[in-house]
């Protein structure tokens, strides 16, 4: 929250896809990533990466390189995410699907974030370029008790299978709907009911105290 003005949506800080800062802030987060994955493997975290870039960032290969370099070996070498919004890829579909090549020769996967009502829109497209399909929270949020939610949760579970994909439930809180996720078959969830966001040297003690829980 900020100091003065509480809460403060991203909407309200974040530029949008025609401004010039736009970049500048990818760069800024790419940067805060690098910092992180080398902490993670300077501890010897098993920790798979994921960023998520504005389409304009992945149209310029130099600047994947450029992050690409700066990489440790071993986050290379297992390989890591960039995600896209959802609307970026249903609009820019042929210009997404050349992305996804190029990221698959440097071992980096594509990722479709937050996945509304136009994720309908992707069923039959065998040739989705993308390897996790990450269903938005508005659909998880409550949908132990929303027949309509449940229903568009299968069907990105049901595109995610036919691709290929791994599916993802975003912002799971609570055991009712951890239980309905669960049975609709996402194969990975997330959201506070196991860990809220936390700074790098949180999480990477968590990791640690999961990592002596499973020795003792």
Do not use: W
Request: charged share 25%; net charge neutral; hydrophobic share 45%.
């Amino acid at each position: 929250p900020h100091p003065t003005c509480g809460v403060v949506a991203p909407a309200y800080y974040i530029p949008g896809a025609s401004d010039p800062f736009l970049y500048g802030l990818s760069q800024f987060v790419v940067a805060r990533v690098l910092a992180d994955s080398m902490q993670f493997t300077a501890g010897n975290h098993e920790v798979q990466l994921s960023i998520r870039l504005p389409l304009q960032a992945l149209e310029d290969m130099q600047f994947i390189d450029r992050m690409m370099a700066h990489l440790p070996d071993k986050v290379r070498q297992n390989g890591f995410l960039i995600a896209v919004d959802c609307v970026d890829l249903v609009k820019e579909l042929g210009v997404v699907r050349d992305i996804a090549v190029q990221l698959a020769a440097r071992n980096i996967g594509l990722s479709i974030d937050g996945i509304d009502a136009q994720g309908a829109t992707l069923a039959g497209r065998r040739e989705l370029p993308v390897v996790e399909m990450k269903v938005d929270r508005k659909y998880i949020r409550g949908c132990a008790d929303d027949r309509i939610k449940q229903a568009h949760c299968a069907q990105i579970v049901a595109i995610a299978r036919d691709t290929g994909a791994k599916s993802v439930a975003e912002g799971v809180e609570t055991q009712s709907d951890f239980l309905v996720v669960r049975d609709l078959g996402f194969d990975l969830l997330q959201g506070h009911m196991f860990a809220k966001p936390m700074a790098p040297h949180k999480f990477e003690r968590a990791m640690l105290a999961r990592r002596y829980a499973a020795v003792a």
